[in-house]
């Protein structure tokens, strides 16, 4: 095999591993948002106003970057997960229909937003091995509001 050849065998398995990891984010993604849906519907008590609020600005905000991802996916030749059951075999986040206080909650959505912060950093990582700054700038933009997301979350935890 020829250098040049090797380095197409090599593009092609970067881009490869690019789409499966866009893939796993995605499913991640689309998992939390259904968790985080489920916590606006159930959450309770003497917060409720404030986290009903929160929490559908929050799956709100996800469906948006879960929307560009399977759409970036698409465009790299990628297929995004077509059923439930494949969107959980390819996540990160352990789904839950278990009823949990508010704070439970909160620390929930603040670890569950810590995993897709490491999954989106290797997606970064991966995606700016190959160059491709298009897919890097719609993986910066989400890693920046999982940040902003970590700072609310976790000062409403914060006495
Ligand atoms: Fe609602």
Avoid: C
């Avoid at 065998?9 to 993604?29: F, I, P, T, Y």
């Amino acid at each position: 095999m020829t250098t040049q050849e090797m380095t197409l065998v090599d593009a092609r398995e970067a881009k490869g591993e690019v789409n499966e990891q866009l893939g796993r984010v995605l499913a991640s993604s689309l998992a939390f948002i259904q968790k985080v849906r489920f916590f606006h519907w159930t959450v309770r008590g003497r917060d409720f106003f404030s986290l009903h609020e929160q929490f559908e600005t929050l799956y709100k905000q996800w469906d948006a970057h879960a929307d560009g991802l399977a759409e970036r996916l698409v465009r790299l030749g990628g297929r995004p997960a077509g059923t439930l059951v494949e969107v959980m075999e390819r996540s990160e986040v352990v789904e839950t229909s278990r009823e949990i206080g508010a704070d439970q909650m909160v620390g929930v959505v603040i670890d569950d937003l810590k995993l897709l912060a490491g999954g989106f950093g290797r997606a970064i990582d991966l995606a700016e091995e190959l160059g491709d700054r298009t897919t890097v700038n719609l993986l910066d933009a989400v890693a920046d509001d999982i940040q902003h997301s970590l700072y609310l979350f976790g000062s409403y935890l914060r006495d």
